[in-house]
């Protein structure tokens, strides 16, 4: 149930898997990849956005292990979050389509020194939200602020995007690793993100998967060189 004071997200009401919050007749946790990179992703999240069904910042939750989610509240500042901006063994940016596209295209030369990991800090909500929690978080101010340039608008046709720059969070993530030049571990997200969309829709409108899935294929022969347990995701 949605929480006092906040949206309900559609379709909140109807079983979910807990793990992807998807139906259990379209629950993908069994292609759930493992993937590995040293990159941080660090999750700000709206608390309206945290239980919506379309949401994708768990996708990269779910695949990439040392994810870290926080739940943004204006009077309540993470305090986990505000000591790893401070933390010297990271090299931490913000991503804002206001940001700067220079530091975005500077990601293959490794700016940070080599005792640094990068982290990223990237807004979960809605555009409006979004913003809301920039200027409203006096903790963010003081990070670098990247943007990125898509080539392509955003393919995520379950939420409408109103400007070419905006990416769902899953897209800014693949992004990211795609100028990391991490080559497979952007791969195997845009397909586990494809394999979401396309289970989402199948929800939406009351079917099953009907067609095979060049994505499912790609990500269960990941899977299958690499074994592990999938864990379960809890956003908070």
């Not at 640094?116 to 006096?138: C, Y």
């Amino acid at each position: 149930m949605a929480s006092e004071g906040h949206t309900a997200a559609r379709g909140y009401r109807l079983l979910r898997c807990p793990s992807c919050y998807l139906p259990p007749d379209v629950c993908i946790c069994a292609c759930t990849p493992k993937i590995h990179t040293p990159a941080q992703f660090w999750l700000l999240i709206h608390p309206d956005e945290c239980r919506k069904p379309t949401n994708t910042a768990r996708l990269i939750g779910a695949s990439i292990p040392h994810t870290r989610f926080f739940a943004w509240y204006r009077t309540t500042p993470p305090a986990e979050l505000i000591a790893l901006l401070t933390d010297r063994q990271f090299t931490p940016y913000l991503l804002v389509p206001q940001g700067d596209v220079a530091l975005f295209e500077r990601l293959r030369e490794r700016p940070w020194l080599p005792d640094r990991v990068p982290a990223f800090v990237l807004l979960d909500g809605t555009w409006s939200q979004a913003r809301k929690m920039l200027h409203r978080s006096p903790y963010l101010q003081g990070i670098p602020r990247m943007a990125i340039q898509p080539g392509i608008p955003s393919t995520y046709r379950l939420r409408c995007q109103h400007c070419v720059q905006h990416l769902s969070t899953v897209e800014v993530a693949i992004a990211l690793l795609e100028q990391l030049n991490e080559v497979t571990a952007s791969s195997i997200l845009r397909a586990y993100f494809c394999v979401f969309a396309e289970s989402c829709l199948a929800a939406r409108h009351g079917h099953r998967l009907t067609k095979s899935l060049p994505e499912m294929a790609q990500l269960l022969a990941y899977n299958s060189h690499a074994p592990q347990p999938v864990s379960r995701l809890s956003l908070f």
